[in-house]
């Protein structure tokens, strides 16, 4: 593994950053081959955890790991033996599948968003949301692939669901599949760090999670967001879970839709209003493409490659059928951590909220992550920045590789120096020793020999310039490259990623600015992966986004997008939504006595303080 990886930490605020040593300028500096140099990032541990090391009995498969014995071992890059890696993750699953797909929550509750591998950024995230020890949990899905450390953050989590199963809760997200692991990065960490065992149990844990969950009887939390085949929450109730996610479908929308680009302000919005309904419909065999009303709340998803785009009137349609006040769900990053959208007709409250935990998204998105904390009938968002993590080469790659065309590039330098030492005006010389050696009518042939080994020097030289431009591309790019081995990239992708990476060395205005363009390169990633005997790209798209990347309206454009409505920044300064559950349901008391869904006071909005923390 230590070929693997480069044991430096990424340039980011430390308490040794001010810390300067000013040696003379005549003693020359000396580096051991058998001492670590870099005496300020901690030595990883020499020997994996066993089972013995963490369960205090390791004969009793009830018994818990020590979570802080196993936080302080992965914080290091320290691994597990495969006995007890397999135990935590099956011990867990275990939990998991007695759960039902639909998690009902009671308050108080904090809510995070995507994960996506970021282990130091998780820990973060407990210290700014609380223990889990006195803090109960709700994480909805994406804990794997885009970063390094899902392996980490699967054993982590697993591990404190073993510890409190009924106060900490995880969702699937849509990256919890075979699909998507073997297309990104988890696969290939597993493989690396431990052995596809350790991977067939986590895609077998992964099946087990649950699929959404109502809180407090109040709001609906889910990964990706509606379905047109989920009217009621009992149809969620009613899905098998137990699988691969399909292409299609209603377990598939749950993890993969999203609102619409124009959410509440789509064409024809104000004729598609939500109807009062106090039960179901009753279901028919007519599809959502020949069902006019269906159809106008559900769009195709272009950008994702599958599921739909629900609309403002959708969400309403939806919340006023169950009785609901809002949903919330994660799945698509946000510059400031979270998104409030459109507020319901019925009650002046946000009818969808997006959560995104995964600050600096890819090491590249330069974002913010939030949580939300529900309590008190309040709804707190808290904010935090980035945390220093140990680097890695871009998937996985192994520095050997990643050096091959800087080495290369250097040593086709040397040999053309080498054959340019005569000029030609000495090739021109006749030399008397080489007259008396080679005929004259040989020396023209020589020194076109000569010449012919300049050009085939030249030319392998310019294919390592090539080589190491784009191995410099890849670096840059991070997580943003379509392909996991540079080998692999194609002329096309070479001038796409070129263009991409000439874009992220730009300096931007703001950290805003930046967002917006990142997310307009990642795009691509963004879709559901197309199976290995299609384009890995996806089409010509790819190029596109990222030459409209480049176009000075669209990142204005996609920015108006992420950023939430002035109106409901103002409410949430000022903290203010009180209403009662009968303004909402607008039905009479006769009627309302009939429901099961209590009455109680809509929440509060408030802002809480941003945590502070280090920023990359």
């Not at 320290?78 to 009671?106: F, K, M, S, V």
């Not at 943003?480 to 205005?509: C, D, G, H, M």
């Amino acid at each position: 593994n230590n070929e693997n990886r480069l044991r430096s930490m990424t340039s980011t605020k430390s308490s040794h950053d001010d810390t300067t040593v000013v040696l003379p300028s005549t003693t020359p500096v000396k580096y051991s081959s058998t001492d670590r140099n870099c005496k300020t990032v901690p030595e990883p541990p020499a020997c994996p955890l066993d089972i013995g090391d963490l369960f205090s009995k390791p004969s009793d498969p009830n018994d818990k790991p020590n979570l802080e014995k196993l936080k302080q071992h992965i914080i290091l890059e320290g691994h597990l033996t495969e006995c007890a890696a397999l135990r935590i993750i099956e011990n867990g699953a275990t939990l998991l599948r007695a759960e039902p797909t639909l998690l009902h929550i009671d308050a108080p509750l904090t809510i995070c968003g995507d994960i996506h591998g970021q282990l130091y950024d998780l820990v973060k995230l407990f210290e700014v949301g609380g223990s889990p020890a006195n803090t109960r949990y709700l994480f909805l899905g994406d804990y794997v692939d885009r970063g390094y450390f899902g392996v980490e953050c699967v054993l982590y989590l697993w591990s404190l669901k073993i510890h409190y199963p009924n106060t900490f809760f995880l969702l699937r997200g849509n990256h919890e599949c075979r699909h998507l692991t073997e297309y990104f990065t988890f696969k290939q960490e597993c493989l690396i760090k431990y052995t596809e065992k350790v991977y067939d149990a986590c895609m077998t844990a992964f099946d087990c999670l649950p699929l959404a969950a109502v809180m407090n009887n109040q709001f609906l939390c889910v990964h990706g967001g509606l379905s047109p085949e989920v009217q009621t929450l009992d149809d969620i109730k009613q899905l098998d879970r137990f699988h691969e996610p399909p292409v299609h479908g209603a377990m598939c929308d749950l993890l993969w839709s999203d609102p619409a680009e124009d959410y509440g302000n789509e064409s024809g919005s104000l004729t598609l209003v939500a109807t009062r309904r106090l039960s179901a419909p009753v279901k028919t065999s007519t599809s959502t493409a020949t069902n006019p009303s269906t159809a106008s709340l559900f769009l195709p998803n272009g950008t994702r490659g599958c599921s739909y785009f629900y609309t403002y009137a959708a969400v309403n349609e939806f919340l006023v059928r169950n009785q609901i006040l809002s949903v919330i769900r994660a799945h698509e990053a946000q510059d400031i951590g979270y998104r409030m959208y459109k507020k319901s007709p019925e009650t002046g409250f946000p009818s969808l909220i997006t959560l995104f935990s995964a600050p600096n998204y890819c090491d590249v998105y330069q974002n913010k992550a939030a949580i939300m904390k529900y309590e008190n009938n309040v709804v707190n968002i808290r904010q935090f920045n980035c945390s220093p993590h140990p680097y890695w080469l871009p998937n996985f790659m192994n520095v050997f590789s990643w050096s091959l065309p800087f080495v290369g590039e250097k040593i086709n330098d040397v040999l053309l120096k080498i054959l340019n030492i005569c000029t030609d005006e000495e090739l021109a010389e006749c030399d008397e020793h080489i007259n008396s050696l080679i005929e004259r009518n040989q020396i023209e042939q020589r020194r076109e020999q000569i010449r012919s080994k300049i050009r085939a020097v030249g030319k392998v030289a310019k294919t390592y310039q090539t080589l190491r431009e784009l191995s410099e591309n890849v670096v840059t790019l991070r997580g943003l490259t379509p392909s996991n081995s540079i080998t692999e990239i194609n002329k096309e992708i070479t001038e796409e990623a070129e263009v991409a990476a000439s874009i992220l060395r730009e300096k931007v205005k703001s950290p805003k600015e930046r967002f917006s363009k990142v997310k307009i390169l990642d795009q691509a990633n963004e879709r559901m992966p197309p199976s290995r005997t299609t384009n890995p790209l996806g089409g010509s798209s790819v190029a596109e986004r990222i030459k409209q990347a480049s176009n000075a309206t669209q990142p204005a454009e996609a920015l108006k997008k992420e950023m939430p409505s002035k109106a409901f920044t103002n409410a949430t300064t000022q903290g203010i939504v009180k209403m009662r559950r009968e303004s909402y349901a607008g039905v009479p008391n006769s009627e309302r006595a009939r429901s099961s869904t209590p009455v109680v006071d809509l929440p509060k909005l408030v802002t809480g303080p941003s945590a502070p923390s280090s920023n990359k």
